[in-house]
């Protein structure tokens, strides 16, 4: 497919590199070929230039005079064993069932550190927001940090069998009695509700009321922290809500962004430093594509 210096990259390079991908996209794209076809063609172009890439950052390691001890690249293999493995001898194993060895282990291994400190020392270490521009990008970005109105509620979900003829309304009226007694809305919906939260007490994480089904949506406008619904029926199933907060829809503060601003423009930044550093070292380098 390409070679960088004196270095080969295959065919088989590019579908190893590709086949986690392949998989994934066989299974979601079963029944439309053409995307298939035309997805994976992109997943193939792109781990050739990625494979093409660490090529070149390899050669420039080798060319610029770089060094790393090779005691260095022991212990990080060891790491490796550890963390993937736990023994040698499951290492051992695994490679012998790939038709791989340690040898050929240990280089991969060796290649991947020797690109990421490549990396690291011409990319990473020279990324530096200032104060500035993450003002600057929130300032032009401000609708990307808009908060829709949202709820906090417990439910009640009473689904209706499909001969129904009343029941579940009868249920979800004794249910909401209870309530009006002052019995403990989590503690009946752990027993009555057939929700995914029943174990939880019917409890849902924040939610934004315009996303919500518009029956629910309706009623969780109208009620107010603290307030449980009557029955509201619809027709597969009966519910029954407690608004446990509100949040008015708002704007979050530059305060509570700065940390995530902060992280895109830095990778922002390391794309575009990255780039030209692979252009710098591809100008100077043997490079062809078959």
């Not at 969780?220 to 199933?237: F, R, Y």
């Amino acid at each position: 497919k390409a070679v960088v210096h004196d270095s080969l990259i295959t065919y088989l390079d590019v579908e190893d590199a590709t086949a986690p991908v392949a998989d994934e996209l066989r299974r979601d794209y079963r029944e439309q070929p053409e995307v298939f076809n035309k997805k994976l063609d992109q997943a193939l172009d792109e781990n050739l230039e990625r494979l093409l890439q660490d090529q070149l950052i390899l050669h420039e390691f080798v060319t610029a005079g770089y060094n790393i001890p090779e005691s260095i690249i022991d212990e990080y293999v060891d790491q490796r064993v550890r963390d993937r493995f736990g023994t040698r001898a499951t290492l051992t194993k695994t490679l012998a069932a790939q038709g791989s060895t340690f040898e050929k282990y240990r280089r991969q291994i060796r290649d991947q550190f020797i690109i990421e400190q490549m990396r690291y020392s011409n990319i990473s270490r020279e990324i530096v927001v200032s104060p500035h521009k993450i003002e600057m990008y929130y300032v032009a970005h401000t609708n990307d940090f808009k908060i829709a109105e949202q709820v906090k509620m417990r439910i009640i979900y009473l689904p209706k069998a499909s001969d129904d003829s009343g029941q579940t309304r009868k249920l979800s009226d004794e249910v909401l009695g209870k309530l009006k007694d002052g019995a403990d809305f989590g503690e009946l919906a752990s027993v009555y509700s057939q929700g995914a939260d029943r174990k939880q007490g019917g409890a849902r994480d924040w939610e934004e009321i315009s996303k919500l089904n518009p029956r629910l949506s309706e009623v969780a406008a109208q009620l107010n922290p603290g307030q449980t619904s009557d029955v509201i029926e619809m027709p597969t199933a009966c519910y029954l809500m407690k608004i446990e907060d509100k949040q008015s829809a708002h704007t979050k503060p530059l305060s509570e962004v700065r940390d995530d601003i902060e992280k895109i423009l830095s990778n922002d930044q390391r794309a575009v430093l990255a780039r030209q550093w692979i252009e710098r070292m591809r100008k100077k380098t043997f490079v062809r594509y078959f």
